[in-house]
């Protein structure tokens, strides 16, 4: 009769157990398909980058450049398929920070979205087809500050 009860507990506990997992599993997927949805797609498939700038900003833009980003990019990246870059503001109040990398097929490579109080210092891997500058945007109060920095490619990574 004990090992009757046991594995009734047993079965109890699982059912439980995966009844729990199931609801957070839906809920991650809603959480997940509202990060999908603001998702600038359009932006991301942009072949030039006044369209991009249209795309993120609604209009055709030129940021102004601010000593209070530091983009982290390599002198020369031996292979344009991984190059790290990072970008840190110290500009008070930054809501996004985009990378972009001016000679890519798709210049758009990266765009964070920053919830309030959050500390402006994103690191990422991306492709370089070619020799470029890559920028990094930084939004904040409204408004668009930028630094750019020139990075060699020896191997292209977007299909070079």
């Given amino acids: 009769m ?3 009860n046991t594995t009734r507990r047993t079965l109890l506990k699982g059912t439980a157990l995966a009844s729990v ?3 957070t599993g839906i809920v991650d997927l809603l959480t997940i398909s509202q990060a999908h949805a603001a998702w600038p797609k359009t932006a991301f498939k942009s072949e030039s980058m006044s369209d991009v700038m249209k795309e993120l900003f609604s209009e ?3 940021p102004t450049e601010s000593a ?8 020369i990246a031996e292979n344009g398929a991984v190059v790290p870059i990072g970008v840190k503001s110290s500009i008070p109040g930054v809501t996004r ?11 758009l490579t990266a765009s964070f979205n920053l919830g309030k109080g959050a500390r402006a ?8 087809g070619k020799t470029s500058d890559v920028i990094a945007l930084v939004e904040a109060n409204g408004k668009v500050y930028a630094a750019r920095k020139n990075v060699k490619v020896t191997i292209g990574g977007c299909g070079g």
């Fill in 2 to 4: 004990e090992t009757i």
């Fill in 21 to 23: 997992l199931g609801i």
């Fill in 60 to 62: 055709d833009l030129t």
């Fill in 68 to 75: 209070d980003i530091i983009l982290k990019a390599p002198d």
């Fill in 97 to 107: 920070v985009v990378i972009l990398v001016e000679q890519n097929p798709s210049p």
């Fill in 121 to 128: 210092d994103v690191s990422t891997r991306i492709k370089m």
